[in-house]
């Protein structure tokens, strides 16, 4: 019984705190949006086209909200280094700026912009080349959902025309 009490107190606490699984929002998504990009074929534009059929937003060239992202930007710095000075850790850190429109007929109003980051640090052995190549590549596709999933939330609550 005290079990049972202990983890009602704690399911009770962490949603009184507003805590929320990674992924999962309570906001409304519009029923439609332009996505813009310099490159339409960049990885970060495929991470965003997922996200948004996920979350059931239509990519449509007259939507009345219009998501501009500029190109990714990726920084790669040593952390640590063995005793012989070869890098044995590396910083990944992924960014993209982006602007997000209301748009009227020809004009455009800016709504929100920013940058969206992500970081990761991982261990690096130098004679494992191949497993750590695969390791980074894993890596920067995550960064890329996670930021694709972060400025996708920035579209939640904005229109009348948005849908859960």
């Known amino acids: 019984m005290g079990r ?20 999962m929002s309570s906001g ?8 813009a990009s310099p490159d339409r074929y960049a990885p970060l534009i495929a991470s965003l086209g997922q996200a948004m059929s996920q979350r059931q937003v239509a990519s449509a060239d007259d939507a009345p909200l219009r998501l501009e992202v500029e190109p990714e930007q990726l920084t790669k710095r040593t952390v640590a280094v063995t005793a012989i000075g070869s890098a044995a850790q590396y910083e990944l850190s992924l960014s993209a700026a982006w602007r997000l429109y209301q748009r009227n007929g020809q004009n455009q109003t800016l ?10 640090v991982f261990d690096f052995q130098p004679g494992n080349n191949l497993g750590k190549t695969e390791e980074e590549t894993t890596l920067m596709a995550e960064m890329r959902r996670e930021i694709a999933h972060s400025i996708l939330a920035q579209t939640q609550n904005l229109s009348s025309t948005a849908r859960p």
Do not use: H, N
Not at 4 to 23: E, I, K, T
Not at 28 to 35: F, G, S, T, V
């Open 111 to 120: 709504l929100r912009e920013g940058i969206a980051k992500s970081g990761r």
């Open 4 to 23: 049972w009490l202990m983890m009602f107190g704690v399911v009770a606490g962490l949603s009184a705190c507003g805590w929320q699984l990674r992924g």
């Open 28 to 35: 409304q998504y519009p029923a439609q949006l332009q996505l």
